[in-house]
């Protein structure tokens, strides 16, 4: 078994979520992060614009509705994220794995409506978006003429959207552009023409390359770890580890089985644990924080996690040292001024903090605003 220290591990995980090639667009970020996380739209645009050298703010507004080269979905852990739309049937072939969560009768409890609904409520869905474009009030009054049942009619009502996921795993909906500020849902398939649904791969043969994906990009990493990136349970990542065993090699990260791909177990190993050394001010949501929540006991400081991962699944902008989360932060714009106000964890000596300003003036360049950092001691 090959062995990877953290600091190798660190230092690529850098490398393939942040360093871009000067000429890499907005769809090859979306594309290396394999989507980028949009529950919190302004986040969205932060984490495709400290990545993506010619990314100018509104360019992923330009991407989902002119372009159609970004589509709006739910994704991993049933979370917005924003796609490649050439990548959508890649990934609705691999979400079929987890299109339905687990219905057991506390889940079914919980939310008022069976296994049963569920699955009908997702074929009228199919049935009734293809050449429309609904809002949610519109999507759910039509599934209530077919489907008219209480714990029905309440679940669809509810802000999570959770009749509606199943639908968008199974490539069934996505978002459209909003009408009168209202959001709305359309047929993937009529929305995005051009993306080769001709050619969908098969769940096992989308699903291998996917993991794949995960690993090169988020790697090493355990099951547990693509367990809460995907949104399935610890059993489950097992099972499809193993059965897709042929595309990852078993990797010891300083004393924890983890996994690679081959490809990538070689980058890693020739990668100078120094090349992670930096300062950056990542945003809000941003991948470095989320996956894999393993690496969190290495990434940030003990004692510090709930400033980081707050309450109601908030993750907070961080500032990253040396492959380190050491600190927090904020930004306000005012008057054609970015004020980053920046709470670190420790003291931090001259030289980190000129480094974080240096960081930030990319976020003026996006804001086309002069930037002005401050320091709560």
């Known amino acids: 078994m090959e062995k990877v220290s953290w600091g190798q591990a660190l230092a690529w995980r850098l490398r393939r979520q942040y360093v871009a090639e000067p000429s890499s667009g907005l769809v090859d970020t979306a594309s290396r992060l394999l989507g980028l996380h949009a529950q919190v739209a302004s986040s969205a645009e932060l984490i495709a614009g400290v990545r993506t050298p010619s990314y100018q703010l509104g360019d992923i507004g330009t991407a989902l509705w002119t372009d159609r080269s970004l589509v709006r979905t739910w994704g991993m852990r049933g979370t917005l994220h924003l796609f490649p739309s050439a990548e959508l049937p890649l990934l609705t072939a691999a979400f079929s794995q987890r299109q339905f969560p687990k219905l057991t009768p506390a889940w079914e409890r919980y939310h008022g409506v069976s296994g049963d609904d569920l699955r009908r409520v997702t074929d009228v869905i ?11 009030e519109e999507l759910s009054a039509e599934v209530l003429r077919v489907i008219s049942t209480p714990g029905v009619e309440k679940a669809l009502r509810s802000g999570w959207g959770q009749l509606f996921k199943p639908a968008a795993a199974g490539g069934l909906l996505c978002s459209g552009p909003d009408r009168d500020r209202a959001a709305t849902f359309t047929d993937p398939r009529g929305w995005l023409p051009d993306a080769p649904w001709d050619t969908r791969p098969d769940e096992h043969t989308a699903l291998a390359t996917v993991i794949g994906r995960f690993l090169d990009t988020y790697g090493p990493a355990t099951h547990t770890d693509f367990s809460r ?81 707050r309450a109601a699944g908030w993750i907070s902008p961080i500032l990253v ?33 000129n480094a974080a300003a240096t960081a930030a003036a990319r976020y003026g360049e996006l804001f086309d605003a002069d930037v002005q950092v401050s320091w709560v001691a």
């Open 229 to 309: 990136w995907w949104g399935i349970d610890q059993a489950a990542a097992r099972r499809l580890f193993k059965e897709h065993a042929d595309v990852m090699v078993a990797v010891d990260l300083d004393g924890i089985a983890s996994w690679a791909t081959p490809a990538g177990l070689d980058a890693m190993a020739g990668t100078d644990p120094r090349a992670g050394d930096g300062v950056w001010l990542l945003p809000g949501f941003d991948p470095y924080v989320i996956a894999p929540v393993g690496h969190r006991v290495h990434t940030v400081p003990e004692g510090c996690i709930d400033r980081v991962s």
């Open 126 to 136: 199919g049935e009734v978006l293809p050449g429309r474009f609904l809002t949610r």
């Open 321 to 353: 040292v040396d492959g380190v989360v050491r600190g927090v932060w904020s930004h306000e714009l005012k008057n054609s001024t970015l004020t980053v106000t920046v709470e670190p964890f420790a003291r931090l000596g001259a030289p980190t903090k």
